[in-house]
């Protein structure tokens, strides 16, 4: 079965601080990919990243960085010196290749504090 | 370029109504996409279609449920005998081609209320 589990339901930090959102998926399938999007105040989601399950390596984009794990089926996402702006709920997402939908964990909602 | 587009951006019915939600995807994209959004929770997938095809409607919760995309652009989400327990966001996303490496791009959605 596919689950995806963002344990954090809302992280408050102060304006600068670095913090990291958890992922932990779930799928029997070796081919899949992971997402993570970003949904403001607004409303609409915004696509941050996509990862597929053979690529392991890490990956940094300005301040924002993520760490993937097969071993621990984790694909966490770390916000380096938070900024207000990054306040918003953020989603992590499963799609098994083959299928076309994507499987959303429950999110995590980031207050960055001035 | 011009996003994804959902009208209207609120509807409000009561219990027992018919009601259209419209989504316009990203010119050129092949795939659309209907997701639920309910209160604190992630999006939750309805249907996908690629082209005018329904290839996946494994998430429509209930024959009350319908989606149809007929020229391949716009789709209409139609909800028949509205219940208050359909009240959430619907979401549409489309992606320049199936499959998962074509990242989806999502609308505003619409915000339902079924009172």
């Known amino acids: 079965a596919q689950k995806v589990t963002q344990a954090q339901t809302e992280i408050s930090v102060v304006e600068k601080e670095d913090v990291t959102l958890d992922c932990v998926y779930e799928?029997?399938?070796?081919?899949?990919?992971l997402f993570w999007y970003k949904q403001p105040p607004s409303g609409e989601l915004v696509f941050l990243i996509r990862?597929?399950?053979?690529?392991?390596q890490n990956e940094i984009s300005g301040r924002y960085s993520w760490n993937f794990q097969k071993s621990t089926s984790s694909f966490n996402f770390t916000i380096t010196a938070s900024q207000v702006v990054d306040s918003a709920v953020y989603f992590c997402a499963l799609s098994e290749a083959g299928t076309y939908k994507y499987i959303f964990g429950t999110g995590t909602r980031l207050k960055v504090l001035a | 370029g011009a996003g994804v587009s959902q009208t209207p951006s609120n509807k409000v019915t009561e219990k027992g109504k018919y009601v259209e939600l419209r989504c316009d995807p990203i010119s050129g994209h092949t795939a659309l996409y209907w997701y639920r959004q309910s209160l604190g929770q992630g999006p939750e997938f309805l249907i996908y279609f690629q082209g005018t095809g329904a290839a996946d409607d494994s998430g429509l919760p209930n024959d009350r449920f319908f989606a149809v995309r007929p020229e391949g652009s716009v789709s209409t989400l139609k909800i028949q005998r509205t219940e208050r327990g359909d009240s959430a966001v619907y979401l549409c996303a489309s992606s320049l081609l199936a499959g998962v490496y074509n990242e989806q791009f999502f609308g505003p959605g619409t915000r339902l209320t079924v009172l």
């Open positions: 990862r597929n399950s053979f690529d392991e």
């Open positions: 799928t029997r399938d070796t081919t899949y990919y």
